[in-house]
């Protein structure tokens, strides 16, 4: 069966901090990955999604980044986070148009 | 841009009730419908998906989708407290170069009393 493991849990960090915030898919080959986040009270942004290695897509302007190194690993970063950034970050992969499984998320704050 | 609408409630029923949830889209091409529950401080976890016109059952669960109206529902039977959370509508297209990219609507926060 397919598993999905998102890491750390929470995390308080300071403004213009570094991020690397890691996701990792077993059982599965080729997903498509998705990072979203949701801020408090509001709905979920699409921020990266990747159909393969290397293949990153950008969906809103901002000081994060995105990568995957690896057919089932994708990494969200930053190099100086803003207050701004805080939220809960979700990571989640698909298969075609089969729905997403999101993996347990990250909540963020910036301090 | 594609838009996905939902009332965000609270919406509040008393136990044993039907809740229904409902959810309009704007963009005429979506092809794939789904229902996620979002418990307060967790991931929103997939309970219900469509993808042609007409109803769709899962225990308790069904998701109706009227493609002309661009217009998806959920209705939950015999709701229970543990029914409580943000339920998320979300569509997507058939594919293409949308690579499966789901659009969420704001979520209607569901309270079940007993």
């Known amino acids: 069966s397919q598993t999905i493991h998102q890491w750390p849990a929470t995390l308080v960090q300071p403004v213009g901090s570094p991020l690397s915030l890691e996701c990792t898919v077993e059982?599965?080959?080729?997903?498509?990955l998705y990072w979203y986040r949701q801020a408090a009270g509001r709905g979920l942004q699409l921020l990266f999604y990747?159909?393969?290695?290397?293949?990153i897509s950008s969906e809103v302007p901002q000081n994060l980044s995105a990568s995957r190194p690896q057919d089932r690993q994708f990494i969200l970063s930053s190099k100086k986070l803003l207050l701004s950034d805080s939220g809960f970050y979700l990571c989640?992969?698909?298969?075609?148009?089969?729905?997403?499984?999101f993996g347990s998320g990250t909540r963020l704050t910036v301090v | 841009q594609k838009e996905v609408e939902q009332n965000s409630g609270p919406l509040s029923v008393p136990e044993g009730a039907i809740a229904s949830l409902n959810c309009t889209y704007s963009d005429r091409v979506s092809q794939s419908f789904f229902w996620y529950r979002q418990y307060s401080g967790k991931s929103p976890e997939l309970i219900m998906s469509i993808y042609s016109n007409g109803d769709k059952e899962d225990g308790r669960f069904t998701a109706q989708l009227n493609k002309a109206s661009q217009y998806v529902s959920l209705l939950i039977r015999d709701s229970q407290p543990s029914d409580s959370a943000t339920y998320l509508c979300a569509v997507t297209d058939a594919g293409g170069t949308s690579y499966g990219k789901l659009t969420f609507g704001q979520g209607t926060i569901l309270t079940v009393h007993p």
């Open positions: 059982g599965t080959s080729n997903p498509n």
């Open positions: 990747s159909v393969g290695i290397g293949q």
């Open positions: 989640a992969w698909s298969v075609m148009n089969y729905g997403y499984t």
